[in-house]
T-cell receptor, first 118, second 113 residues
Framework: AQTVTQSQPEMSVQEAETVTLSCTYD???????LFWYKQPPSRQMILVIR??????QNATENRFSVNFQKAAKSFSLKISDSQLGDTAMYFC???????????????FGQGTILTVHP | DGGITQSPKYLFRKEGQNVTLSCEQN?????MYWYRQDPGQGLRLIYY???????QKGDIAEGYSVSREKKESFPLTVTSAQKNPTAFYLC????????????FGEGSRLTVL
């Protein structure tokens, strides 16, 4: 079974600064996707960024970028120029794309609460 | 607008009662999921369905049941057999595994009195 671990229950950052959220995962498979989801206080979960495991280039979406280290099974999220609206819980997630009991199932980490201070 | 609608947003239940949470999507997505969210435990998968009339147990299916009679609908029943049902429940859907992106509803908060 796949597992996803976020070791930082809470993080805080000053507005306009950069923060990095950590995520590690465990799988013996090669074909999978990794995600970062954001859950703001309003509760609706939205996708922040996605990384395909077969791609060596790190994904980037505006102020959000990832550091994907496949051999180390690490997938951290960097938020640059933090804004007050970035305050949310962030979840790292994994989905297997080949056969097996985890096929089609998204596995989430425990979440990291990020607070951006003015 | 396309999206996922969960109802009710807040629900109170007495012990021993079954309760059904509704999840409807108009995104024409094939796969639908139910997650339970508890503080400090992230999201845990209860059930998922990749096609109409078929569904699979997730990691914490005991005490829950689902049906998938229509593509648009995936209701979750929390039965009296669920020992600790108070939680926040999230429904999600995805077009397919190629994108992998899940679209979420706003959630339902169930409180057992």
């Amino acid at each position: 079974a796949q597992t996803v671990t976020q070791s930082q229950p809470e993080m805080s950052v000053q507005e306009a600064e950069t923060v990095t959220l950590s995520c590690t995962y465990d799988t013996s498979e090669n074909n999978y996707y990794l995600f970062w989801y954001k859950q703001p206080p309003s509760r609706q979960m939205i996708l922040v960024i996605r990384q395909e495991a077969y791609k060596q280039q790190n994904a980037t979406e505006n102020r959000f970028s990832v550091n994907f280290q496949k051999a180390a099974k690490s997938f951290s999220l960097k938020i640059s120029d933090s804004q007050l609206g970035d305050t949310a819980m962030y979840f790292c997630a994994f989905i297997l794309l080949t056969g097996g009991t985890s096929y089609g199932k998204l596995t989430f980490g425990q979440g990291t609460i990020l607070t951006v201070h003015p | 607008d396309g999206g996922i609608t969960q109802s009710p947003k807040y629900l109170f239940r007495k012990e021993g009662q079954n309760v059904t949470l509704s999840c409807e999507q108009n995104l024409n997505h094939d796969a639908m999921y139910w997650y339970r969210q508890d503080p400090g435990q992230g999201l845990r998968l209860i059930y998922y369905s990749q096609i109409v009339n078929d569904f699979q147990k997730g990691d914490i299916a005991e005490g829950y049941s689902v049906s998938r009679e229509k593509k648009e609908s995936f209701p979750l029943t929390v039965t009296s057999a669920q020992k600790n049902p108070t939680a926040f429940y999230l429904c999600a859907s995805t077009l397919g595994l190629i994108s992998g992106e899940l679209f979420f509803g706003e959630g339902s908060r169930l409180t057992v009195l």
